[in-house]
């Protein structure tokens, strides 16, 4: 379901906005420029298709200032203060919805969506995060949508996960007691998203992982999962 191609980019996006305020910040579909005391943020339909909905959420309460769609109209369905928001309608690919946000504002999650005949949302693309409790989510909805689609592919990339890790994930189980990799795999193969989720980030705060940083720089080679959720 909800996936992303470049983690990178985002960690980029981040240190960015920590220490050029005044400079145009690019992400794989996402730019911010700084006028005065608010970020101007684009989020560009990238994705070769109509958009019909662009969902964020913020960890903190945010006010969104000012909104434009070009290429099409997005209007915001619910209030402008909040974590959560929906701006729904259509825009064309490669439109563009500019919105405006108090500084230091970043979004924990952006997706573009779409709604197919039957009135589901369908997502568009790749999300952008910057939280590392959306990349646990985001762990749990990829990995029950290709359990459900390819169980196959699934287990092929874990056993890759383990063997690129092996010397690293042999330290940590025996540091916590537990083999990593008898622990998870039940997990992986029969809990539903939200048990995934929880798991991650049980291992996460164990391992006293407190950032989305943390998690992709340090010593775990993620790439066999990312690759295989489309990440």
Request: net charge negative.
């Given at each position: 379901m909800?996936r ?67 290429g ?14 929906d701006?729904?309608g ?36 790749s999300?952008?995060f ?20 390819n ?29 990593l ?51």
């Amino acid at each position: 379901m909800i996936r992303t191609k470049n983690l990178w980019l985002v960690l980029g996006l981040v240190v960015s906005l920590s220490f050029a305020a005044s400079a145009a910040v690019v992400a794989p579909w996402i730019e911010m420029h700084i006028a005065g005391d608010t970020a101007v943020w684009f989020f560009n339909n990238t994705t070769d298709e109509a958009a019909n909905i662009l969902h964020l959420e913020f960890e903190q309460e945010v006010a969104i200032t000012h909104y434009i769609a070009v290429g099409g109209n997005m209007v915001p369905m619910g209030l402008l203060t909040g974590t959560t928001f929906d701006f729904a309608g259509a825009l064309i690919k490669s439109g563009t919805l500019e919105i405006d946000l108090p500084l230091g504002a970043v979004p924990a999650l952006a997706q573009w969506l779409k709604m197919d005949e039957a009135g589901n949302t369908i997502p568009l693309g790749s999300p952008f995060f910057t939280s590392l409790s959306v990349l646990g989510r985001l762990f749990g909805i990829g990995i029950v949508a290709l359990r459900e689609s390819n169980p196959v592919a699934l287990g092929a990339a874990f056993e890759q996960f383990f063997t690129d890790n092996a010397d690293y994930l042999a330290g940590l189980s025996e540091s916590l007691g537990m083999s990593l990799a008898d622990s998870l795999m039940p997990i992986i193969m029969a809990s539903p998203a939200e048990g995934i989720e929880n798991f991650f980030n049980t291992i996460m705060g164990m391992l006293g992982v407190t950032s989305l940083a943390d998690a992709v720089t340090g010593s775990v080679d993620w790439s066999s999962l990312f690759v295989a959720l489309g990440m």
